[in-house]
């Protein structure tokens, strides 16, 4: 589901962990409570110049999970000849670590990036308050 970008980002260049989690946070904000409280999997398309092209909401969970697969990912990106994209999922516990689970979809997406020829240039895991950046950490 695409989700509108706050006025504020529109024109907006993604060029650090902290700018891409601050356009996903104002989108995940105007979600209801029951929904921020479910985890949620989202993907920033980027432009070659890293602007914006699209908010998707790829996958909407439980209190502890959601089900994504690169199809689901890449699909918008396509559509939208993205060169990039940025990945992001909240996690409701608040617990920035990043689970084996975590660990293997941003592996899995960022290999099917490269086949396909969109980069993968960060997954980052957030809650309301603070963020964790998978490239800000080497791990990408």
Not at 104 to 122: H, Q, R
């Amino acid at each position: 589901m695409i989700i509108e970008v706050h006025p504020q980002f529109k024109n907006e260049r993604i060029y650090s962990s902290e700018n891409a989690y601050n356009v996903i946070l104002k989108a995940f904000e105007t979600m209801d409570d029951i929904d921020r409280a479910k985890e949620s999997f989202f993907v920033l398309g980027l432009t070659r110049n890293r602007h914006i092209k699209y908010l998707d909401l790829a996958s909407v969970g439980i209190l502890s999970g959601t089900l994504v697969h690169a199809r689901e990912v890449f699909r918008r990106a396509i559509a939208h000849s993205s060169d990039s994209i940025v990945i992001a999922h909240n996690h409701p516990s608040g617990n920035m670590t990043a689970s084996s689970a975590d660990d293997k979809i941003t592996a899995s997406i960022k290999e099917s990036g490269k086949i396909i020829g969109i980069e993968v240039i960060d997954h980052i895991i957030f809650s309301e308050t603070e963020y964790y950046s998978y490239a800000d950490n080497g791990r990408l």
